[in-house]
């Protein structure tokens, strides 16, 4: 059994929306954190957006304002509203659980392509 399975990803325009989401066993889902990570190829992976246990949210900078991250507590799982897409959010997004420790889980990941 995966603990985090993502699902969402596919192909859009630019100026257009997808969203992604993470379905999570319960000991992820009640993870200390939980975020979207993306990587392209022969790019680091980067945080995109996290959100702790206790609700706080931190995004980074290239998609304030366009992404929002949520959690559905019933489902066990983690979204990703990603709106105003652009080439350059081209990349695959992984789901990520962060225990107390610093323990690190990942999801397989998902394909997002915006094309111009």
């Known amino acids: 059994q995966k603990d985090l399975v993502e699902s969402g990803g596919g192909l859009v325009q630019a100026g257009g929306s997808l969203r992604l989401a993470c379905t999570a066993s319960?000991?992820?889902?009640?993870?200390?954190?939980m975020a979207w990570y993306r990587q392209g190829p022969g790019k680091e992976r980067e945080l995109v957006a996290r959100i702790t246990r206790g609700g706080t949210i931190t995004y980074a900078a290239s998609v304030q304002g366009r992404f929002t991250i949520g959690k559905d507590n019933a489902a066990n799982t983690l979204y990703l509203q990603m709106n105003t897409l652009k080439p350059e959010d081209t990349d695959v997004y992984y789901c990520?659980?962060?225990?107390?420790?610093?323990?690190?889980?990942w999801g397989q990941g998902t394909q997002v392509t915006v094309s111009s």
């Open positions: 319960r000991t992820m889902f009640n993870a200390y954190i």
């Open positions: 990520n659980a962060e225990t107390a420790y610093g323990d690190m889980y």
